[in-house]
């Protein structure tokens, strides 16, 4: 890419079974870099035409094989690839995010269509159960039972603004539904309506070189509140994927509940990621530690929901190591761009908010821009953090806050104080072993991810990752958005009494 001819220059429409529809009303992008477009605002009559569409499509692409829909979501990623240059292009000018960081997530979006597709064609998701039938069982008989996982029906998928393509129009929520058979309607986020919109164009590709139905899948791009909501109360949809802010996605859950008929919402809403810092491994390698912290909390301008914004450190000199070490590395991190203007400025009122408590002690403030963020560092004790419920609201950026605490009881209490999160890190060495397994059992009833020596940010798409927890970090705490277990969402079991072969479904047949 040069910088002088644009790849790829959006038309500003709406994906609707198949059809690009303009709106009469239109939002205008606001990209961190390159030039202004404009888009379509979305309204309640797309939202219910593209569910109708989607409703349609069920009933054919719902009962498609195993093989066909793998080969659908393969034909969806080499589509995206096929495009990788213009998608790298357009959102790095909205997002302000590296040409790297799209590169890499747009493989891990590839890479999870293409995981998923595998993982279907083995069948072990489906969670066949067969008990044969016992017609000589005193007293009574028993009937031939055979159960199988089946999809719900359409899904709804709002796009997120941290990753406009791993966790978006084609990213895991989507994947996984596409994969267990049900139809998706995206309403996409107006942080990235370009690069929506070409991932989009690249999804409408594969369902006509595959012959999908066209209903499969359609974006709605945004700019209007009342879509998501009609989207969410829409009695075709059965279910939702969120990744969002708390307020938000607190608010379509509660809409979803009070529908006439209730649907699941799988709302990954964010988390503080609390860090355990051991007392041997403080000791032996505190500061270490401390600048491994600092740069795991300035990646990507802290905008990842994994982001580890607290770190739980004793007092004492060793802790204070840790301490001086993290500061250090942050002053000498450089402002970076942020998704919006609206997530900067939510950014600088996170920060107003610690300046205005005397429960905390800052050691490093920066000013930062209308779009930038700079790193802020601050300190608490136990006692100040468990009374102020404020601190352990997630500030979504280069924010740490480090508590301090007098030994393992305390660190104990502290984290039973804790509210659900995605992650709870320790770092540990091998006489820390017996403090670990204290606090393993708290850990593992707070988060859905527990890890040592490491750092939250990364997560590894595969059969084992979690990515999820108990309210507020997720509305579902027996769910992931990450993983192939995700799939497992967008699918309910029905058991099959005396059925004859000729009639059950094919994976059960």
């Not at 989207?231 to 859950?253: D, E, K, Y």
């Not at 450089?334 to 997530?343: F, H, K, N, R, Y």
């Not at 000013?367 to 953090?385: F, I, K, M, Q, V």
């Amino acid at each position: 890419m040069d910088g002088t001819t644009p790849i790829f220059t959006p038309h500003g429409k709406h994906l609707i079974a198949g059809e690009w529809i303009a709106t009469e009303a239109e939002f205008s992008s606001e990209p961190a870099t390159g030039p202004v477009h404009a888009f379509s605002v979305g309204t309640p009559e797309l939202v219910d035409q593209a569910c109708k569409a989607a409703e349609d499509a069920f009933w054919t692409y719902g009962y498609t094989s195993r093989e066909t829909r793998a080969k659908f979501l393969e034909a969806i990623a080499d589509e995206i690839e096929a495009r990788g240059e213009a998608i790298t292009e357009i959102g790095t000018q909205e997002t302000g995010l590296p040409e790297a960081r799209l590169q890499g997530e747009r493989g891990r979006t590839t890479g999870q269509l293409r995981l998923f597709a595998e993982h279907i064609r083995k069948g072990d998701y489906l969670d066949v159960r067969v008990d044969a039938a016992l017609p000589d069982r005193q007293p009574l008989p028993r009937p031939e039972l055979r159960m199988v996982q089946r999809p719900i029906g359409p899904v709804a998928v709002f796009g997120a603004s941290n990753f406009p393509l791993a966790f978006s129009t084609a990213g895991g929520d989507t994947a996984a539904a596409l994969a267990a058979g049900c139809p998706v309607v995206v309403k996409g986020h107006s942080a990235h309506p370009g690069t929506g919109e070409i991932v989009a164009e690249a999804i409408a590709a594969a369902i006509e070189s595959c012959g999908m139905p066209k209903g499969v899948f359609s974006l709605i791009q945004g700019g209007n509140r009342q879509v998501g909501q009609a989207l969410v109360q829409h009695p075709l949809i059965n279910a939702v994927g969120f990744t969002g802010s708390l307020g938000g996605g607190r608010a379509l859950f509660d809409l979803c509940a009070q529908r006439e008929v209730p649907i699941p919402f799988f709302g990954e809403l964010g988390s503080v990621n609390p860090m355990f810092v051991l007392p041997a491994a403080t000791k032996a390698r505190g500061a270490e530690i401390g600048t491994g912290w600092a740069g795991s909390l300035t990646m990507g301008a802290g905008q990842f929901c994994t982001n580890p914004g607290i770190a739980v450190v004793g007092t004492g000199a060793e802790g204070d190591a840790f301490v001086e070490a993290a500061r250090a590395a942050l002053e000498k991190a450089a402002p970076q761009t942020m998704l919006t203007e609206g997530i900067a400025g939510a950014y600088r009122a996170g920060k107003d908010r610690f300046d205005g408590r005397n429960a905390v002690r800052p050691l490093l403030t920066t000013e930062s821009g209308p779009r930038s963020a700079a790193p802020n560092l601050y300190e608490t004790d136990a006692a100040n953090y468990l009374q102020d419920h404020a601190l352990g609201e997630e500030v979504f950026g280069p924010l740490g806050l480090v508590v301090r605490v007098s030994g393992l009881d305390e660190m104990v209490t502290l984290a039973k104080g804790f509210e659900g999160q995605l992650t709870a890190t320790l770092h540990m060495d091998d006489a820390d072993a017996e403090a670990a397994r204290r606090l393993l059992p708290v850990l593992e009833r707070k988060a859905g991810r527990v890890l040592a020596n490491g750092f939250p940010t990364g997560v590894e798409v595969c059969d084992a990752m979690v990515h999820g927890g108990p309210y507020p970090a997720s509305t579902n705490f027996g769910a992931t958005s990450v993983g192939t277990l995700s799939i497992r969402r967008f699918l309910r079991p029905v058991c099959y009494q005396n059925i004859p072969g000729a009639v059950l479904p094919e994976d059960l047949a």
